[in-house]
């Protein structure tokens, strides 16, 4: 089944030890985006790739940066991971938009990441 | 700009009975709507998506949404409660003024399904 995978689930860094983590999709779509979730919040956009155009939010701290080699994957790396920044975080993909129509987004299980 | 409301934060319902989810939209334009639903620990699922073709949406696992333009609502209903749906549910809406179809996010709404 096609699908988006993100690994680790599960992701246990040092306070400001640098932290990489994996999304990879076999939907074959043109956009993949990073979102940061907080306990008992809504998902929040950090950036998000179109094709190799790189999209950052304006509220996205410095420390979070972005890479994707190619259309299958991308990865989020914390530079200097603070104890703020232990949250849920979840990648999506969606297929590139015709004119106005937003298409779907579909979510990966998430990466927990945990700061000691 | 476009928004999205989710007049409950929590809502309880006992099994069996029926599930009522609200959502309010704003936006300048015929917008494309979404739920999702989350279960703890684990990403987000499409339940169902509303893209101005019929006003009521089907969905998986026994789940429905009608779009009211008038009321500029999208709210979600099931007829019976399983205790399989207890969950996170967001109602999204699409940003017109992206190009990557990026989408706002309710604030959620916790669905607890009582014995």
């Known amino acids: 089944d096609a699908m988006v995978i993100q690994n680790p689930r599960y992701q246990v860094t040092q306070f400001g030890k640098p932290v990489t983590l994996s999304c990879s999709q076999t939907?074959?779509?043109?956009?993949m985006y990073w979102y940061q979730q907080k306990s008992s919040q809504a998902p929040k956009l950090l950036f998000h790739?179109?094709?190799?155009?790189?999209?950052n939010e304006a509220d996205t701290p410095d420390n979070f940066q972005s890479r994707r080699p190619n259309t299958s994957f991308c990865f989020l790396d914390i530079r200097s991971p603070g104890l703020g920044d232990a949250a849920m975080y979840l990648c999506?993909?969606?297929?590139?938009?015709?004119?106005?129509?937003?298409?779907?987004?579909?979510f990966g299980p998430g990466t927990r990441l945990t700061v000691l | 700009a476009q928004s999205v409301t989710q007049l409950d934060s929590h809502v309880s319902v006992s099994e069996g009975t029926p599930v009522l989810l609200r959502c309010n939209y704003s936006?300048?334009?015929?917008?494309?709507l979404f739920w999702y639903v989350q279960h703890p620990n684990k990403g987000l699922q499409l339940l169902l998506k509303?893209?101005?073709?019929?006003?009521l949406v089907k969905g998986i696992n026994g789940f429905e949404a009608e779009f009211k333009k008038s009321e500029t609502s999208f709210h979600l209903t099931k007829p019976s409660a399983h205790m399989s749906d207890a969950a996170e549910y967001f109602c999204?809406?699409?940003?017109?003024?992206?190009?990557?179809?990026?989408?706002?996010f309710g604030s959620g709404t916790r669905l607890s399904i009582r014995p």
């Open positions: 939907l074959n779509h043109n956009v």
């Open positions: 999204v809406v699409s940003d017109s003024d992206s190009s990557a179809s990026k989408i706002i």
């Open positions: 509303y893209t101005s073709a019929a006003t």
């Open positions: 936006s300048s334009y015929s917008p494309s």
């Open positions: 999506a993909t969606s297929r590139r938009p015709s004119g106005a129509t937003t298409d779907t987004q579909y």
């Open positions: 790739y179109y094709d190799k155009d790189f999209n």
